[in-house]
T-cell receptor, first 112, second 112 residues
Framework: DVKVTQSSRYLVKRTGEKVFLECVQDMDHENMFWYRQDPGLGLRLIYFSYDVKMKEKGDIPEGYSVSREKKERFSLILESASTNQTSMYLC???????????FGPGTRLTVL | SQKIEQNSEALNIQEGKTATLTCNYTNYSPAYLQWYRQDPGRGPVFLLLIRENEKEKRKERLKVTFDTTLKQSLFHITASQPADSATYLCAPGVGYGQNFVFGPGTRLSVLP
């Protein structure tokens, strides 16, 4: 079975801290995605990557950056966390020649 | 701009009945449409994909239809059970790895 793991289920950080959210998939997928999910707003795409060292902005990239140094790992970085970045963060990957997304369990981030 | 709507934020039905969820889209011409299930505090899980040239797709108690003229997909769960209670998301896509957009979801509650 495909497995997408995220480094933390729950995270509490202070305003201004640099935050790293890690995502790892074990099935050699090329495409990986980062979303945030908020009540009433649904899933919104932050960044995605089609390959190592490649990244593309999604709908809401402001305040975030990403890193993809290895195929299996896609990291989301909050350069200076703010309270409006309190959210559920979901990572996903897509296998070659398919369209279904495999999601990780999510990280619920609270910024105080 | 592209817009995806799901019929209602919440839907309550009695166990054993058929649940019907609606996904409508505007300013969009998807080549396929996916449905996902999401349980509280978890990442979405892929259920079904239907392509634009398919009218209907079935998987066990699930049935999906896709009407490109009406710009609508219907998702049916027959003989519903309390275990089917979850939020269901639709996600239209235009090409491989390009299904970034999700509907807001419908929270289904199946009452015993």
């Amino acid at each position: 079975d495909v497995k997408v793991t995220q480094s933390s289920r729950y995270l509490v950080k202070r305003t201004g801290e640099k935050v790293f959210l890690e995502c790892v998939q074990d099935m050699d997928h090329e495409n990986m995605f980062w979303y945030r999910q908020d009540p009433g707003l649904g899933l919104r795409l932050i960044y995605f990557s089609y390959d190592v060292k490649m990244k593309e902005k999604g709908d809401i990239p402001e305040g975030y950056s990403v890193s993809r140094e290895k195929k299996e790992r896609f990291s989301l970085i909050l350069e200076s966390a703010s309270t409006n970045q309190t959210s559920m963060y979901l990572c996903a990957s897509i296998p070659p020649s398919a369209n279904e997304q495999f999601f990780g369990p999510g990280t619920r981030l609270t910024v105080l | 701009s592209q817009k995806i709507e799901q019929n209602s934020e919440a839907l309550n039905i009695q166990e054993g009945k058929t649940a019907t969820l609606t996904c409508n889209y505007t300013n969009y011409s998807p080549a396929y449409l996916q449905w996902y299930r999401q349980d509280p505090g978890r990442g979405p899980v892929f259920l079904l994909l239907i392509r634009e040239n398919e009218k209907e797709k079935r998987k066990e108690r699930l049935k999906v239809t896709f009407d490109t003229t009406l710009k609508q997909s219907l998702f049916h769960i027959t003989a519903s059970q309390p275990a089917d209670s979850a939020t269901y998301l639709c996600a239209p896509g235009v090409g491989y790895g390009q299904n970034f957009v999700f509907g807001p979801g419908t929270r289904l509650s199946v009452l015993p």
